[in-house]
């Protein structure tokens, strides 16, 4: 975790999402020697392939050594992967899913963040910058039953783009808690509209982004797990109707059910929407 003399750059919000990927707690192997064996030499046969179709020079040989090199040393192995990567994986790995979609988890997610009553603000600064927004819902299953005290994490970027914990000088939990559900499964949570999110620039990942002559951009999103008793956990995000790069996200992890359109707050300033989550049974 980045500490408070750090400044925000790519290597220290890289670092950190390095370090709390390491903590992250996996179940034994991932995989039998054979599949190993299928998945390693398909994706060495792949790159072998590019290289005779393309005639990579051994200057681009070297750039490409010098670069991978690049990306461990600033930590940002799992930018990378998450933003270019992760949105397959959470496609096949959820194909068969009946209730609300999910997508990606990106790199910043953190877990025991405060637990909260099921009507709460999210920690937040006084004064933090951002159009008020309440987000409210209900968790149901597949079958239409309330889920009661279900839990809705979620965690998303400030005004300038930055994540606690992920940058300097935010509060520990700035903009991150668990929500825990009335006995109807109902939430309401209180927040502010985060901005446009831009992918470190002077990185690793951020030097293929100039040298490939792409954006680096993800539009303004909402990072939420909600989960309940014998039900599949949904990982997702929530973007907002014609908010910049819905339509080229760099990490191709919008989908048209994942787009909300707030309206004018009923009460006090902002905005508010409604989101149901239906989650199938584990
Ligand atoms: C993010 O905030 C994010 O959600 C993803 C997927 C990648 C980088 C930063
Ligand atoms: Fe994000």
Redesign the pocket.
Known sequence: MTTSTEQATAAASGNAATAAFAQKSRSGAASSTERVDTLASELIAAVHDIVRRHKVTYAEYDALKAWLIQVGMDGEWP?FL??WI?HVVEEVANESREGSKGT?????YVPDAPELPAEATLPMRPGEQGTPLLFQGQVTSVDGTPLPGARVEMWH?DDDGY?SQYAPELPEWNLRGTVVADDTGRFAIHTIEPAP?Q?PTDGSCGNLIAAAGWHAW?PA?L?LKVSAADHQLITT?LYFKGGSHIEDD??Q?VKPELVLAPTKATNGTGHEVTYDFVLDPA
């Open positions: 930018l998450d933003v992760e990606i988890e990106g790199p910043y970027a994540y999110y992918i993800r999103h990072h995000q760099i990490a992890a």
